[in-house]
């Protein structure tokens, strides 16, 4: 029988236009999972705290850091959300304040074309560069980098690797990223005589 598959669709709120992704992954994957799937999709590079809020709970990676946080790895995200069209939220950097919106678009969601089990279909813009300050800081960054005769040009190319375009996303590429991910973190069962060592 084949695994139970959701589709999802992310947003990262108060951003217009929308930055967006569409993906696919298993009803079973733990939320610490889904949480480095994000940080794939989404283009972030999982160098912050984070939170899933769902209901009235919250969940996260180090629980001791708040009070009612529950452990993230211990909860799986078809335990908790079940009916298309539940919505939840994951915070990312908790300085920046990067708020997300997730949708469950489709709870058996089914596509014969799909090589993997984690996929992402589509999406649309880059990510803000990590540490630009939260919504105000990417509104004054993207105007900065856009406009040459800007006092603050130069040294926001510099700092963002010159060759940052808020419009540019690439799904191939990110599914690239989750091949990788689904490589590394398989289950890998050894069956080694370790005396030989």
């Keep these: 029988m084949r695994e139970r598959t959701y589709l999802l669709k992310i947003q990262l709120l108060d951003i217009e236009p929308a930055i967006w992704r569409r993906f696919v992954v298993p009803a079973s994957i733990p939320l610490d999972r889904l949480h480095d799937v994000i940080q794939i999709t989404m283009g972030w590079t999982d160098s912050h705290l984070h939170e899933f809020t769902i209901g009235n709970k919250r969940y996260t990676e180090y629980p001791e850091f708040k009070e009612d946080g529950l452990p993230c790895g211990r909860y799986r995200l078809g335990d908790l959300i079940k009916q298309k069209g539940r ?7 908790f300085g920046d304040s990067w708020e997300h919106e997730l949708t469950l678009e489709d709870s058996r969601y089914v596509d014969p074309e799909l090589q993997t089990e984690i996929s992402c279909l589509e999406g ?3 990510c803000p560069p990590e540490d630009v ?8 960054f993207c105007e900065a980098i856009q406009d040459p005769n800007h006092e603050d040009h130069e040294m926001l190319m510099n700092w963002s690797g010159g060759n940052f375009d808020s419009e540019y996303f690439n799904c191939h590429e990110v599914n690239q990223e989750l091949m990788k991910f689904l490589r590394w973190s398989r ?4 069956n080694w005589d370790l005396t030989t060592f």
């Design 87 to 93: 919505t939840f939220r994951y915070m990312y950097d």
């Design 124 to 126: 649309e813009r880059a």
């Design 133 to 140: 300050g939260g919504l105000p800081g990417y509104e004054e």
């Design 187 to 190: 289950d890998r069962y050894l």
